[in-house]
């Protein structure tokens, strides 16, 4: 798919619903370039962490579904963009981010905001994944 400059939609069966109702797919694939839509911490069933750690593994586990759907991994993220409803739950969410980012660090950037789709959110994550570059050559050395 490498040269395919056709756009893909990806939208994981659980998600169709949202497609639909709210008009956008959860990522856009072009070649092996993926943008994903704003992941937030509400589960398939619809039910919300009732924290940050909740809400952001919850956020983490979605994106990890469509990155796997689109044929990628946490491994081909390569920017992480993060809204936060507190900037003071940065380290808890950092603490669950690495969970599931281990090594090769994607850039990474978090904004305060004063509001999210739904009252209780309290974060919400876009990213841009290359697929199949997984491991980084590491330049930090």
Sequence with gaps: MAGNTQKVLINPGETKS???TMQFSQAVRVGNTLWVSGQV????NGVMGE???AQARMAFQNLKRVLTEAGGSMDDVVEL???HRSMADIRGFAKVKSEF????YPAWTAVGVTELLLPNLMVEMKATAIIGSGKADDKTR
């Design 51 to 53: 924290d940050i750690e």
């Design 18 to 20: 949202i497609y639909k």
């Design 101 to 104: 980012i281990t090594h090769d």
């Design 81 to 83: 963009v993060t809204y």
């Design 41 to 44: 911490g509400i589960n398939e």
